[in-house]
């Protein structure tokens, strides 16, 4: 029996078979799913030869630790903001040696949640590096998520989302 709901386990097969006919190496940086999203890249045999690291960033600190977002972005914006996935996503790649990341910033409740920014608002980015450039620029794109439910159910959801728009993302190499 699979560690992962279906429709996970289906979205991260189809991941490890894309990542691993291209040759490429994926990098994860996670805040409101807590490693979740690592979790489903390694539950599937053999994902050594495709996943090459995780990062955990819940607090503030961390990111700017880890991941080098500026202090200065995450106070202008929120943690949960366009501007710091796409810079966790942008860091972990830097500080890695895989060719894809995806980063996941969000609201996870059941508190936290403002008018603006309610439970559920999740920023997904994804970056790739560009081998044309010698894999020293990248190319970032990022989502807004507005999940429902309870904390798991957001948390399920924004990792079946990642899956599903790292997979996308590699469908246009």
């Known amino acids: 029996m699979s560690e992962l709901p279906a429709d996970q386990q289906a979205a991260a097969e189809s991941l490890a078979e894309a990542l691993r ?4 190496r994926l990098v994860t940086a996670e805040s409101c799913t807590g490693g979740l999203m690592s979790a489903a890249c390694t539950s599937l045999a053999g994902s050594s030869e495709w996943f090459e690291r995780g990062f955990v960033t819940y607090s503030n600190e961390a990111k700017t ?4 977002v500026p202090a200065c972005v995450i106070e202008a ?5 366009e501007a710091v996935a796409r810079a966790m996503a942008e860091g972990a790649l830097r ?3 895989a060719q894809v990341a995806v980063s996941l910033t969000g609201i996870a409740g059941p508190g936290g949640g403002t008018p603006g920014k309610p439970v559920g608002t ?3 980015a994804i970056c790739r590096s560009d081998a044309a450039a010698g894999g020293v620029s990248h190319a970032t794109t990022a989502m807004r998520l507005q999940c429902a439910g309870d904390r798991a159910a957001v948390r399920g959801q924004t990792v079946l989302t990642a899956l599903q728009a790292l997979l996308d993302s590699l469908g246009r190499t």
């Open 77 to 81: 914006h929120g943690a949960v903001s």
């Open 65 to 68: 630790e880890l991941l080098g």
């Open 21 to 24: 006919s291209r040759g490429l």
């Open 95 to 97: 500080r890695s040696r």
């Open 122 to 124: 999740v920023w997904l």
